[in-house]
């Protein structure tokens, strides 16, 4: 691609990227821009987003190379979250001053390899690594691949769980014969009657909460998580066209008004409410991110769990979730032993990932995934069976992690938990706010 082309390709794609946001969950800035280039101060150039528990679990595995590999130099450089980094991300590419290594959530790796941001990984020497695609879990390995072609290496998978008080979940009867988790729930019927014995019998205020006010990606999580227990994608065709079932729509939010209607759940609770009910006994669930067990653990006397979701609408159990992935960018100075130190770098991450793994996060690497260092984590191990039932944002040039798709979509979903949008009236409202999207021309050609 020429340098021509490539400035034309970004200034496309910043017409896409203009629609993201920030996101708590994963990280908070610590240094951002849209201009610069990379020079080669080392043999690795990585950047990632990583702050809090996770930058310093990166840390641990970036020192781990290095140590395996005492000639070989790594940069590592921590961009702001969301917008600033995937935008100056394509800048440094498209002007060829990329880095050897960055992160990407899979959720956004359609629009970066239409744009043609990065190396395919059959292009690497990865695979000669061993890096293959029997050593992932599916889900993930599919979400890496676009058109056919695998361009990121996932690193985890990081889904929407169910946390539970194990206290009030012995006294409502919900504990297992060995009291590792919960009784056997399968279905809406099964996971009502089990919110109200944590509510009733349990003795708690709340069967479960979860973060609502001001909060759409957490809103669009849960949605998201139901929905697709009946039905697929709420936009087809790479985002060019809206598929909603109506009647799924409608029994979703049915549910979910079955939730906050009779008070089992609140309909108005900020990120910090939702927090110190579960952390101090007041609620006996709690929906959110696997992301939030350190902040847990660190609870005087909180005894919880982490399970994933059991099948809600539909036979089988969903689990909304993401990865964070490892890409190598297009790199057109054809420096093979960059691109050579670049591969053994990721595979070196693949392989010490049970550390990163501490911060909440499922390996995607199987052969960590079933390590005895992973396998030793607790609750980590016991909602593995997630990564497997993975579902991720519907393909668009307008979706992924911290994009404007999830803050817009997600009010629309929160106006439903708080009663304002009827079952019925829901497939009209998200049609609405999904038409903003769906009648845009796209920045890149999406297949």
């Known amino acids: 691609m020429s340098g021509a082309m490539a400035r034309r390709r970004f200034l496309a794609l910043g017409g896409g990227l203009a629609l993201t946001g920030g996101l708590a969950a994963c990280s908070s800035p610590l240094a951002s821009g849209l201009t610069g280039s990379q ?27 290095q140590k395996a590999n005492p000639g070989t130099t790594v940069e590592a450089t921590i961009l702001g979250w969301g917008n600033p980094y995937y935008t100056k991300l394509a800048l440094a590419t498209a002007s060829g001053t990329p880095p050897d290594v960055g992160i990407t959530h899979l959720s956004r790796l359609p ?54 008080n194990v206290d009030i979940a012995r006294k409502a009867g919900l504990l297992n014969s060995a009291g590792n988790g919960l009784v056997p729930l399968k279905g809406k019927a099964d996971f009502l009657d089990a919110v109200k014995a944590m509510k ?55 549910f979910m008004q079955s939730l906050t209607g009779p008070g089992l759940m609140p309909k108005n609770l900020t990120g910090a409410g939702a927090n ?27 005894k919880f769990n982490v399970v994933p979701f059991p099948a809600l609408l539909g036979s089988k159990p969903v689990a909304y979730a993401d990865s964070h992935a490892l890409i190598l960018p297009r790199n057109d100075r054809g420096d093979e032993t960059r691109t050579r130190n670049a591969s053994k770098f990721v595979k070196s991450l693949l392989d010490n990932s ?18 005895k260092a992973f396998l030793g984590q607790s609750p980590q191990r016991n909602y593995v069976q997630a990564a497997f039932n993975a579902r991720y944002d519907p393909v668009a040039w307008y979706t992924g992690a911290g994009s404007d798709f999830q803050g817009v979509i997600g009010g629309t979903v929160i106006e439903a938990l708080t009663g304002r949008i009827s079952p019925k009236g829901m497939a009209a409202s998200m049609r609405s706010a999904l038409k903003r999207y769906t009648t845009s021309r796209p920045p890149v050609t999406m297949k």
């Open 39 to 65: 020079p080669n101060t080392a043999d690795v150039i990585f950047w990632n987003l990583f702050t809090g528990g996770d930058g310093a679990n990166m840390v641990l595995m970036e020192k781990a190379f």
């Open 111 to 164: 629009l970066l390899a239409a744009s043609g941001l990065l190396q395919p990984i059959e292009r690497t020497p990865l695979g000669e690594l061993g890096v293959t695609e029997d050593k992932f879990t599916p889900a993930a390995w599919n979400n890496a691949t676009v058109d056919g072609t695998v361009y990121a290496i996932p690193l985890d998978t990081h889904p929407f769980v169910l946390y539970y």
């Open 200 to 254: 009733n019998a349990g003795g708690a205020k709340f069967g479960a909460v979860m973060s609502i006010t001001a909060d759409p990606s957490t809103a669009w999580r849960f949605f998201s998580m139901v929905y697709s227990g009946l039905a697929g994608p709420i936009v087809t065709d790479s985002g060019t066209k809206i598929a909603i079932d109506d009647e799924a729509m409608q029994e979703t939010v049915a």
């Open 276 to 302: 110190a009910l579960f952390s101090t006994g007041k609620s006996g669930f709690l929906f959110d991110g696997e992301w939030q067990i350190p902040s847990y653990r660190a609870v005087k006397n909180l």
């Open 354 to 371: 049970a550390v990163w793994a501490e911060g909440g996060h499922i390996p995607a690497w199987l052969p960590t995934q079933q390590s």
